[in-house]
């Protein structure tokens, strides 16, 4: 699909992502000026992780991929928004990635934070990154491509192994 068509979606995912990292609702249409803005609210680091993930919504799946022009799989697109955005060098494996940061209750969820499932009958075996008001942004399968999930969804309230906060808020 051209980055066109999955920019619409891509901005209205970023105002809810913000919204939830700010506690603002999605259709409040005006802010007081002495209000700091959604973007200066919301952490560098947290903006950039975001962003970063948001860039990669279309890229394809590809298995043990870990380079956005050839595609990616979910870990692999963890390691690629952590490394560009945050400087930070995660693990290659969902499961390994799993043990880095601190544990976080699904209710203290924080955009970027890591989300883990599992999809492949064992734990751990699949990540996303947390964007706010219960989505996340994940490399899902082959076939697919990098795309926006709601948590809320029966398939993935199942499959919820826990979360992991990576960098300071």
């Not at 996303?128 to 994940?138: A, C």
Request: aromatic residues 8%; charged residues 25%.
């Amino acid at each position: 699909m051209p980055f066109c068509h999955r920019l619409v979606p891509l901005l209205a995912a970023l105002g809810l992502a913000l919204a939830a990292a700010t506690g603002a609702h999605a259709d409040e249409q005006t802010v007081p000026a002495a209000e700091p803005s959604l973007l200066e609210r919301y952490t560098n680091t947290a903006q950039d992780l975001i962003l970063k993930s948001l860039e990669l919504v279309g890229i394809n799946y590809r298995f043990g991929g870990a380079d956005p022009d050839s595609g990616l799989d979910c870990s692999g697109l963890v390691q690629v928004v952590f490394r560009d955005a945050a400087g930070l060098f995660l693990p290659r494996t969902a499961r390994e990635q799993s043990q880095v940061g601190e544990r976080v209750d699904v209710k203290d969820l924080q955009p970027g934070d890591l989300v883990f499932f599992n999809t492949m009958r064992r734990a751990f075996s699949h990540v996303g990154i947390y964007l706010g008001d219960s989505r996340f942004l994940h490399a899902p399968r082959k076939g697919a491509e990098v795309r926006i999930e709601d948590m809320r969804q029966s398939y993935w309230v199942k499959r919820y192994n826990g979360a992991r906060r990576v960098v300071e808020k």
